[in-house]
């Protein structure tokens, strides 16, 4: 072999070592270069599997005037519908871009989507954004998120790119792929208030709960001692205080999960997974002392 062929074999070689065994959505193997990978999006083909064995409509109400909405697009995420018996407010938006899911769960209630006044959200991932544009067109509602998420929900910026290391919970690696590589994109929105800790939108205090990302917030209804936790916390595909491989600052992620178990929550509504309606804050707290044990 002269140099030349020995040149070429290299460069074989280099392409095989960057290119990874995806699936379609039919089941066939597709090889993606992973130097290209940055250039595919998801459309027909789903290149990165969404889970399929989860319902597609699953809402129920968790306490009164609390309602959890979810989808298994987007790692079986979930939005929350608050009815105070003044006004509607939303914490997160799934991930379709219709926001039918929303819409048919206000009109469950016999509220009009124009009864929503404030969108909430928890942070500025994909899975939680997909039907803000749409809602924010049909019912004007004020939208309020952390200051450093705001740009990236108003387009103006990607959201920090996580790591590309394989991380538990495996099943949800096909987000993490997604994530790193900005695979899906949110229509943009302008979000119209920066809240902080302390804060009250409608009935919910705000919770600053950095940590999956720079800006992430989580609430509490007392009157209802629910605590909705956004993805400091996930159900699926089991119990896990944060997805390892989103952790954009783990040492402050723990304390967020410190602060979290401060509540007295009967009931603790997750990103990613069912709500925990027994014993909520006895969950989380004996979770996250399994968590500390070497």
């Given at each position: 072999m002269n140099a030349k062929e020995r040149a070429e074999n290299e460069k074989g070689n280099h392409r095989k070592r960057a290119s990874y065994i995806a699936a379609s959505s039919d089941g066939h193997a597709v090889t993606l270069n992973i130097q290209?990978?940055?250039?595919?999006?998801?459309?027909?083909?789903?290149?990165?599997?969404e889970p399929t064995n989860v319902g597609v409509n699953m809402n129920t109400q968790v306490a009164s005037g609390l309602y959890s909405m979810g989808q298994s697009q987007g790692g079986n995420v979930h939005a929350f519908l608050?009815?105070?018996?003044?006004?509607?407010?939303?914490?997160d938006t799934l991930f379709d871009t219709d926001?039918?899911?929303v819409i048919a769960q206000i009109e469950?209630?016999?509220?009009?989507?124009?009864?929503?006044?404030?969108?909430?959200?928890?942070?500025?991932?994909?899975?939680?954004?997909?039907?803000?544009?749409k809602l924010?067109?049909?019912?004007?509602?004020?939208?309020?998120?952390?200051?450093?998420e705001a740009d990236i929900i108003a387009g103006d910026r990607k959201s920090q790119p996580v790591s590309l290391w394989p991380s538990p919970p495996y099943r949800a690696y096909y987000l993490q792929v997604g994530q790193y590589f900005d695979l899906?994109?949110?229509?943009?929105?302008?979000?119209?208030?920066?809240?902080?800790?302390?804060?009250?939108?409608?009935?919910?205090?705000i919770i600053f709960a950095a940590g999956h990302s720079p800006g992430h917030l989580a609430f509490y209804w007392s009157e209802r001692h629910a605590l909705i936790a956004g993805d400091a916390i996930c159900t699926w595909p089991s119990l896990i205080l944060g997805w390892k491989g989103f952790l954009l600052n783990p040492k402050q992620h723990e304390q967020s999960l410190k602060r979290l178990a401060e509540y007295d929550s009967d009931v603790i509504c997750v990103g990613h997974?069912?709500?925990?309606t027994t014993n909520a804050a006895t969950v989380l707290r004996n979770a996250l002392f399994q968590q500390k044990r070497p």
């Open positions: 290209n990978a940055i250039k595919f999006r998801i459309k027909e083909t789903i290149l990165l599997i608050l009815d105070d018996g003044k006004e509607l407010t939303l914490i926001a039918h899911r469950a209630i016999g509220k009009k989507v124009q009864d929503l006044k404030h969108i909430i959200l928890t942070h500025g991932h994909r899975s939680h954004l997909g039907g803000l544009a924010k067109e049909l019912s004007g509602a004020q939208v309020y998120s952390h200051e450093w899906s994109k949110h229509v943009p929105v302008t979000v119209d208030n920066y809240v902080h800790e302390g804060d009250q939108v409608g009935p919910l205090k997974g069912e709500p925990i």
